[in-house]
């Protein structure tokens, strides 16, 4: 089926149920570990809600002491992991995660506080070269097939991956290099015909907050300018200058690059981005009482990139663009800077946070649109108070204001949208098993000076309210361990300014959802229902209500093994048509470990029969047909013919196999797009052998 595949029907599904039209559908927190003392080199580990779809895991950010970490995060299973790259210094460190809305606005899903303890071991191991990692070899063959798309891959493939680092001192400094990536047969795993591909790679100095780094990395910043910047380059960070300063310098590609293709990544100056960034802590007995940052940045963004307009519509496309049409992202270069003061009060948790940005780029101009140069500004104020209420309840507040010019572009922060202005505040109250948090807020088009494009606002609110058994769960005769959670969301999409030939906008959206859970010793189910209401003001489009019950059931199977079968059913009722569509999607799970762990079987099938035509915000609308069903089973057959020691690789000998039936597709246009093999149904059957060798050397 592929990842378009996955993506139509994890859109179809967030349509159905709702979900799209606010990425804050859930007022949910993480849930940190009891633990708060730690080795330097430990990984951190918090909780988080098990059901998050890959959209939700894309809007999340992960930051530690304000430093963007989410490149190096790992989400998934109900858990969140970050394994440091180089061990966290001695003292207090702030974990924090937010989602970033569809509309741009932060939402808080809690922080963690812990501290790391100083280690003996840590500081002696920094004395001796070390090498650590691994190296893996899958080889497969397909042993049957059916209506593969042409032209098919060969029957036998050959994969594997790579992950070495080297780390040692190098007179007052610690060296460090790393590389980590793939190796594919039939050269299938890059389009430069390279059959070794380096995912990443890095070499590093680095003493204490002293660093120079090469290779692919994420820069540590968090604010208008630079944020969420994972390329390949170079920069440099300098410590201990006077007020308790730290300066830092970059250059970096500014599209992502895979395996050798771009070489060191700063050597193009057509694809490029560079700056400098100052930071001090104006009072160094208290660094983070008041900390002021100072920021440039200059670049070149190459042509060629596309991007497909959300939908429904927005301005946030120069010239506005028709929702669901795929348009060119605008190359240009410019230069942009940014002031921001940080300041968390002593003694408290209230954390304050002001920017203030600008900047100018130079468009060369796209089919319809000359060359034009534009200047513009962005400003944001935030606001973070936590506090405890009792030893088992707690109280969390969060509210930002942004305004963000129509023709302000920062090539170091690449998620910030331009022509935006929001607001928002939300509030979580938890403790004792209860949570119940509340958000407003609105968003619309900075359009102020120009009259002639539309200015629309959006106005999102919701209301959640939880309950969960507190540990040690208690498993009652017949309600087992119950849980519940209620949610309501309304949103109303209006224009503030229309001039002459411009489409009205006028629309309102509600969801609820209920979901209630029993927790047995040996299996759970849960059932909910989803409510929803769309209402077109302008007459342009039908009003609709949803419907839709769900039900699931999870049975442990002895120790080792587990059994789920999920429904979801959705009545959509079209009231201007007055016609009902129905869709039906069922997942089923079946996973064991059998002979004493020596042999493993894991069987996934999924229907999914949906008759949405458009989602919205996912794929272009005219790639879909009217009703589409998308069936999916895979089965896997495992046996660890060896075992693996700490020093010595083992042997899996895996018999797999994967079965699709699609239709209801608009087969042209999904062929003209390159996506041909979605409209096909057929089934494959692999024999693979599979090995992971550990590398390790330690000496002085």
Do not use: C
Request: hydrophobic letters at 40%; proline letters at 6%.
């Amino acid at each position: 089926m592929g990842k378009f595949a996955i993506l139509i029907l994890l859109g179809l599904s967030t349509e159905i149920f709702g979900a799209g039209a606010f990425a804050d559908a859930a007022n949910w927190m993480i849930r940190p570990s009891a633990q708060t003392n730690l080795s330097a080199s430990a990984t951190l580990t918090v909780g988080v809600p098990a059901d998050l779809s890959p959209a939700e895991i894309a809007h999340l950010g992960v930051e530690v002491d304000n430093i963007d970490v989410t490149a190096l995060v790992h989400i998934g299973k109900g858990t969140l992991v970050y394994n440091p790259p180089q061990p966290l210094e001695e003292g207090q460190h702030e974990l924090r995660v937010v989602e970033y809305a569809n509309d741009g606005h932060m939402i808080s899903r809690g922080s963690w506080i812990f501290t790391i303890k100083s280690s003996a071991k840590t500081a002696s191991s920094s004395q001796v070269w070390s090498v650590k990692g691994s190296v893996g070899a899958s080889a497969s063959e397909r042993l049957a097939q059916s209506n593969l798309t042409p032209p098919a891959p060969s029957p036998f493939a050959l994969n594997g991956t790579f992950d070495v680092k080297v780390a040692g001192p190098l007179a007052e400094w610690t060296a460090e290099a790393s590389v980590n990536g793939l190796y594919g047969s039939n050269n299938g795993t890059s389009t430069t015909g390279q059959a070794v591909q380096p995912a990443q790679m890095q070499v590093a100095l680095k003493r204490g907050k002293d660093s120079l780094i090469l290779g692919d990395q994420t820069l540590p910043y968090n604010n208008l300018l630079i944020s969420g910047l994972s390329r390949r380059g170079i920069s440099a960070q300098v410590a201990g200058m006077p007020l308790d300063s730290e300066a830092g310098a970059f250059s970096l590609r500014d599209s992502s690059l895979a395996g050798f293709y771009g070489g060191l990544g700063f050597t193009d100056s057509n694809d490029n981005v560079s700056g400098a960034a100052l930071q001090s802590h104006l009072f160094p007995n208290s660094p983070q009482a008041l900390t002021l940052l100072a920021g440039y940045v200059s670049g070149t963004a190459p042509a060629g990139l596309s991007f497909i307009v959300p939908y429904p519509g927005g301005n946030n496309s120069l010239p506005p663009s028709i929702p669901g049409s795929v348009v060119p992202v605008q190359s240009g270069a410019g230069s942009a800077w940014v002031v921001s003061l940080d300041s968390q009060i002593p003694g408290s948790t209230l954390h304050l946070n002001g920017q203030y940005a600008g900047s100018t780029f130079n468009f060369p101009g796209v089919p319809g649109q000359s060359a034009t140069s534009a200047a513009d500004h962005a400003s944001s104020l935030s606001l973070n108070y936590s506090r405890p209420l009792g030893e088992q309840a707690a109280l969390s507040t969060n509210a930002i204001y942004q305004n963000v010019g129509t023709f302000f572009r920062s090539l170091a922060n690449p998620a910030l949208s331009p022509d935006q202005r929001m607001a928002t505040a939300s509030g979580t109250l938890s403790g004792h098993g209860l949570q119940l948090a509340a958000s407003g807020g609105f968003s619309e088009d900075n359009t102020d000076s120009n009259p002639a494009i539309a200015t629309v606002r959006t106005l999102p609110r919701s209301v959640t309210a939880g309950y969960g058994p507190t540990l040690p769960v208690t498993v009652t005769a017949w309600l087992g361990a119950p849980s519940l959670s209620l949610a309501w969301q309304d949103a109303r999409t209006y224009n503030v300014t229309q001039p002459a030939g411009a489409q009205l906008t006028d629309s309102s959206i509600v969801n609820n959802n209920a979901t209630l859970s029993f927790a047995y010793t040996h299996w759970t189910w849960q059932a909910g229902l989803t409510t929803g209401s769309f209402r077109d003001h302008t007459g342009q489009q039908d009003n609709t209500d949803n419907l839709g019950p769900t039900l699931g059931l999870n049975v442990t199977l002895g120790n080792t093994g587990s059994a789920g079968l999920n429904v979801q059913l959705v009545n959509t009722h079209d009231l201007k048509q007055d016609t009902h569509t129905r869709d039906r999607n069922y997942a089923l799970t079946v996973g064991d470990s059998l002979l004493s762990g020596k042999l493993s079987a894991q069987l996934t099938l999924a229907i999914n029969h949906n008759t949405q035509q458009i989602v919205p915000g996912m794929i272009p609308p005219q790639l879909v047909g009217n009703n589409v069903v998308l069936k999916t089973a895979t089965a896997q057959l495992t046996w660890h013919a060896i075992q693996a020691t700490p020093r010595r690789g083992g042997l899996d000998v895996g018999l797999s196999s994967s079965w699709n039936d699609s239709s209801g597709f608009n087969t042209a246009a999904l062929t003209t797009q390159g996506f041909s093999s979605l409209a096909t149904r057929g089934y494959q059957v692999f024999l693979t052998l599979s090995t992971t060798w550990p590398i390790g050397t330690e000496g002085h």
